[in-house]
């Protein structure tokens, strides 16, 4: 991506270096700052300061922008804002009741049946598509990250030499907070990253990454959500597009840490032990971003008592609708 160009350059690149410093990642902000930046050189390129009248622009409501969309844009300007007080800057900071609220996103989770039309609508890429790499690629990232339970980024942006496939363990280093960690993979993802890797290195020999797109580069959020979409349209035939659940590629991560509670449940294991190694595995900063997905577990299997509530009382209500 480009630098930023406009006269707030230099502060929204200070900006983005603080964030980083208190261990947020540099991608969660870039994308709408170069938006925001673009919007200065077209609207106010000769302006330096961040005034109210600049910023009312701003939150003017594109066309068919959804409230979503528009709050994200909202909240970045308003740290944008927010940092520049703080280092003794003029700057309008938006109000925080500017900024909506949309509704709590309930993730979906997948039945083993869906899964298992998903899937096979992923393998059927390879007959739908002009592009080898992606005809490799797509059955493969999505397996990944499901039975790995990554987030959708630390499976798009893996690179390869951090894939070890002699002992099945992957370095996981694009992470929230920055903090590696290291998952294993099963034997049956084993084997088929082997063959995987066999195929991909005919195709993108020079790539430093895992999965990369036709350029070698590593799938965009957008793009990986793209394929993700048109699987899941695939898997559904006969059903229109509009009725379909909302889905993501995130939702393959609540799907596996549901999966592993269940099992647990019904290894009768104790939960509030065996949640710290979920933890660990899925490289949560906070226990409370775990204990999250019993609120995603079956009723019948949420009065099981492999739950021990009185441990999780002060824990669950606390969990925000994203968890890492």
Same mark, same amino acid.
């Given at each position: 991506?480009?630098?930023?160009?406009?006269?707030?350059?230099?502060?929204?690149?200070?900006?983005?270096?603080?964030?980083?410093?208190?261990?947020?990642?540099?991608?969660?902000?870039?994308?709408?700052? *170069?938006?925001?930046?673009?919007?200065?050189?077209? *609207?106010?390129?000769?302006?330096?300061?961040?005034?109210? &009248?600049?910023?009312?622009?701003?939150?003017?409501?594109?066309?068919? &922008?959804?409230?979503?969309?528009?709050?994200?844009?909202?909240?970045?300007?308003?740290?944008?804002?927010?940092?520049?007080?703080?280092?003794?800057?003029? /700057?309008?900071?938006?109000? &925080?009741?500017?900024?909506?609220?949309?509704?709590?996103?309930?993730?979906?989770?997948?039945?083993?049946?869906?899964?298992? /039309?998903?899937?096979?609508? /992923?393998?059927?890429?390879?007959?739908?598509?002009?592009?080898?790499?992606?005809?490799?690629?797509?059955?493969?990232?999505?397996?990944?990250?499901?039975?790995?339970?990554?987030?959708?980024?630390?499976?798009?942006?893996?690179?390869?030499?951090?894939?070890?496939?002699?002992?099945?363990?992957?370095?996981?280093?694009?992470?929230?907070?920055?903090?590696?960690?290291?998952?294993?993979?099963?034997?049956?993802?084993?084997?088929?990253?082997?063959?995987?890797?066999?195929?991909?290195?005919?195709?993108?020999?020079?790539?430093?990454?895992?999965?990369?797109? /036709?350029?070698?580069?590593?799938?965009?959020?957008?793009?990986?959500?793209?394929?993700?979409?048109?699987? #899941?349209?695939?898997?559904?035939?006969?059903?229109?597009?509009?009725?379909?659940?909302?889905?993501?590629?995130?939702?393959?991560?609540?799907?596996?840490?549901?999966?592993?509670?269940?099992?647990?449940?019904?290894?009768?294991?104790?939960?509030?032990?065996?949640?710290?190694?979920?933890?660990?595995?899925?490289? *949560?900063?906070?226990?409370?971003?775990?204990?999250?997905?019993? *609120?995603?577990?079956?009723?019948?299997?949420?009065?099981?008592?492999?739950?021990?509530?009185?441990?999780?009382?002060?824990?669950?209500?606390?969990?925000?609708? #994203?968890?890492?």
């Amino acid at each position: 991506m480009n630098q930023f160009t406009s006269n707030f350059a230099p502060l929204i690149e200070e900006m983005l270096v603080y964030k980083e410093s208190l261990g947020y990642s540099r991608a969660t902000y870039e994308s709408r700052l *170069h938006d925001f930046d673009r919007f200065c050189l077209t *609207h106010f390129p000769e302006e330096s300061l961040l005034k109210k &009248e600049m910023v009312l622009k701003w939150m003017e409501k594109r066309p068919n &922008e959804s409230v979503q969309n528009l709050n994200a844009r909202g909240q970045i300007i308003r740290g944008l804002g927010q940092y520049l007080n703080s280092i003794g800057m003029e /700057a309008y900071i938006l109000p &925080e009741r500017f900024i909506g609220h949309a509704g709590r996103f309930t993730p979906y989770m997948f039945s083993d049946a869906e899964l298992k /039309a998903f899937f096979i609508a /992923a393998d059927e890429v390879a007959s739908n598509t002009v592009d080898p790499g992606k005809s490799i690629v797509i059955p493969v990232i999505f397996r990944l990250i499901y039975t790995c339970g990554l987030r959708p980024n630390e499976g798009r942006e893996l690179k390869r030499q951090n894939v070890n496939l002699d002992t099945g363990e992957i370095l996981i280093t694009k992470t929230k907070r920055h903090k590696e960690r290291i998952v294993v993979l099963s034997d049956d993802m084993l084997n088929l990253c082997k063959a995987y890797e066999t195929r991909r290195n005919m195709i993108f020999p020079d790539s430093e990454y895992f999965f990369p797109c /036709a350029d070698g580069q590593a799938y965009s959020q957008r793009q990986l959500q793209r394929e993700f979409i048109s699987c #899941w349209i695939r898997a559904n035939p006969g059903k229109s597009p509009n009725i379909l659940p909302r889905v993501r590629v995130y939702d393959l991560r609540h799907r596996f840490a549901s999966g592993i509670l269940n099992k647990w449940l019904d290894e009768k294991r104790n939960l509030s032990a065996m949640l710290p190694y979920l933890r660990a595995y899925m490289g *949560h900063e906070k226990i409370s971003s775990t204990a999250y997905y019993i *609120h995603l577990l079956p009723e019948n299997l949420i009065k099981s008592a492999g739950i021990d509530w009185n441990g999780f009382q002060g824990l669950i209500p606390e969990v925000d609708v #994203w968890p890492e």
